[in-house]
């Protein structure tokens, strides 16, 4: 059998760390220093370990064939779930001042909670992984397990790789954090509203989308 090792496939280097931070720009809503460098090297470490260049690179899909959004890529949806989770705390923190949210925990759990798809959607990762699926399963590791890898891997923190790995189906099995239930509402909410105003391939939205029914986008004037 073939082996197959899953680190880096290039250096990481201060080009891909700009990138990061020109594709992704709420990374800089992270206040602290420390924390703020560690996301953008998650990210770096993460495309390093794929055959993406830069986050604008990636599909604009959440899973590997659905849902799919008709323009945009992954940046598209990353921004947006960091946007809606800071929402979404406002509105409980701003209704019931005795809310206690941790506003870098969160930002940073919402930048990373996908930081494993470079790899899940890896063109060549996905053609090994069809070719024999018997060797290390297809996928190896969804995206939520590779990311939890990869934020362990820089150095971030427990809370961060926690969201990592708690936003999507694994989610179901665990306990989760105030802050990994909010980028999981805000991540799902995403795809969900994604979907119902037209946003998506048409097809795409699978079986956890059952009782959308897509309004038409407005047609160009
Ligand atoms: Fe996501």
């Known amino acids: 059998m073939t082996l197959n090792y899953c680190g880096l496939r290039r250096a990481v280097t201060s080009h891909t760390r700009e990138a990061v931070l020109a594709d992704f720009p709420e990374i800089r809503l992270i206040e602290d220093a420390a924390l703020r460098a560690l996301t953008v090297e998650a990210w770096s ?5 794929s055959d993406f260049e830069r986050i604008t690179d990636m599909p604009a899909e959440g899973n590997p064939g659905s849902p799919v959004l008709k323009r ?4 598209d949806h990353l921004r947006g779930v960091v946007r809606l989770a800071l929402r979404l705390a406002d509105e409980f923190r701003s209704a019931w001042d005795d809310v206690v949210i941790d506003q870098d925990v969160l930002i940073a759990a919402a930048v990373c909670h996908d930081v494993g798809k ?11 992984w069809a070719s024999d699926p018997s060797a290390s399963g297809q996928p190896a590791f969804r995206h939520s397990v590779f990311g939890m890898h990869v934020c ?4 971030l923190p427990e809370e961060v790789a926690h969201v990592a790995v708690g936003h999507s ?22 795809w969900q509203i994604a979907g119902a105003v037209g946003l998506t391939v048409p097809g795409t939205l699978g ?10 986008l407005r047609s160009a004037p």
């Open 207 to 216: 079986p956890n989308h059952g009782l959308t029914r897509p309004r038409a």
């Open 152 to 155: 362990l891997t820089v150095g």
């Open 45 to 49: 470490y993460a495309l390093c370990c």
């Open 118 to 128: 470079p790899y899940e959607f890896d063109v060549k990762n996905r053609a090994r």
């Open 169 to 190: 189906m694994e989610g179901q099995f665990m306990g989760l954090s105030t802050e990994c239930v909010l980028v999981r509402q805000a991540d799902h909410c995403w």
């Open 72 to 75: 945009g890529t992954q940046a």
